[in-house]
């Protein structure tokens, strides 16, 4: 089996695409009409709710799919729903990689080393029950907070070395405050600098056959001269980035985020996608979303072709 | 009703302890009579794993109840099981809460405000659905990561303020490598003093009646100077101190983690308190967690009386 950065890059030159949509749904947000159309009064309310974020989410995959190189899935969108929720994703997973879309987790895990193998068992690897080995979900990747150094999370780098699967180490984040540790001066480096640095560290013995590691980084697209130093850091590694669209971050600054071989970055939008109905056809949100993600897939090639 | 730090103070003074048991328990640890007892060979493999993981780590909550102030539920050991796992961790939630127990969710979550939000939601608030509000979870406290900064951190502080819940933000954590980051100097601070700084600005409007702040920070038991430094940035606040036993930390130490009060510390220990037959009576899990309870909530009370 290759590497999971070989299959990505595998995936992203077969759908032209580097475009993740995020799979980040609230039951509020789901329009009434399709609300209406499989709300079953003979069902619990936690029936209803787990029907239909399934259903929804399960549409939203098939109407983005040709558009985008895979889905991530934000972790607290399902746990918000408590087990409930966590059924939804291991079915939205499972469906996803049918497909053979590229999955991610999105759960930002961090812990010692200890409990961080409970959540790369969970993720990427496969947990013991009985004298057995059950691999619980199918996720090509994780991201993962760096907070607790190098033991917290080389349980995760041992399952991507075995599983081939990949991890994305969160160093400069999108939202407003990310600066309030991020961008603290370590001597004469930032912090989220110090942290990247570890990241090449972390990923230097996960190289895929394209040179590509399978560790990298998440940093956000509203951060432009950070990301063109973690670019210099880690030339060889794929940036997750999130926030274009709803959170300020602009396609045409993506340019900066990309290698020397214009690669290495896959691009998240959740909002702007999972409920394009808002802003296109009201009354077809599979159709808006398809429109969306091709719209958004088009101006990421266009501005880092 | 009361702040938790108010609630966490009076626990304290009933049970005379500050130990919280720490529920990390993974299948492949629980003793073989045990499981021969409840496994049944009728029902699928994953319904043994729910019956036999609630069943015993219930039994430990019976057994160490009268010794401890609370339980703390390690996500990742739960998660390691999927949704399933989520499920007994639902049950077993709501079980200690029955006991009055001090229930705290160890899930370490982070994430931009939005998502972030969603968290909150499922573990200290609720969840709007079908334009109703349910409550998934009682947690009383919840475990976070500083990385993102404020904006991360902010839900989680409202829904403390709404439903008079607790926050543990990790400042230094007990791991061998939590020095990576949280130890590099800014300016003339290590960066978690800077954390430190922080969650007191955090927590400064969630005061109870007591004087104590609803916004605590986690430092490890092995963390001696760390500790000392954080207590006096953090003077009523409290800490949630894990990393005695097993993972190096000294009881006797645990007098510098007060504060002047001699109060302002709840204490973790997990593995010998739950696999506590290992080293007590081999056929009596019951009674070595009782044991085990016992004699680690009778050194500490030493250690800080």
Known sequence: MLNFSDRLIESIKKKNSVLIAGIDTSIENIPDYFIKRFYDKEKSEIDNLKTILFEYNRRIIDAVEENVVGV???????????????????????????????????????????SAKGYSNAYLG???????????????????????????IKPFIEDCERFKKGLFVLVKTSNPSSGDFQDLMVEDKYLFEVVAEKVYEWGKNCIGKEGYSDVGAVVGATQLEAGKRIREILPNSFLLVPGIGVQGGKVEDLKYFVDS?????????????????????????????????????????????
Chains 1, 2 share one sequence.
């Open 261 to 305: 071989n214009n690669m290495g970055i896959i691009v998240n939008s959740s909002r702007d996608i999972i409920y394009a109905y808002k802003n296109y056809v009201h009354s077809d949100f599979e159709k808006s979303s398809y429109l969306a993600s091709k719209s958004i897939k088009e101006s990421i090639n266009a501005a880092i072709s």
């Open 126 to 152: 496969e947990t013991p029950v009985f004298g057995k080995k059950i691999r619980f979900f199918e996720f090509d990747a994780i991201t993962t907070n760096p907070y607790l150094g190098q033991d917290g």
């Open 72 to 114: 991530k899935f934000q972790a607290a969108f399902f746990e918000q729903y408590s087990y409930h929720g966590f059924e939804v994703l291991h079915k939205l997973c499972e469906y996803a990689k049918n497909k053979k879309l590229v999955v991610i987790f999105d759960g930002k895990r961090n812990d010692i080393s200890s």
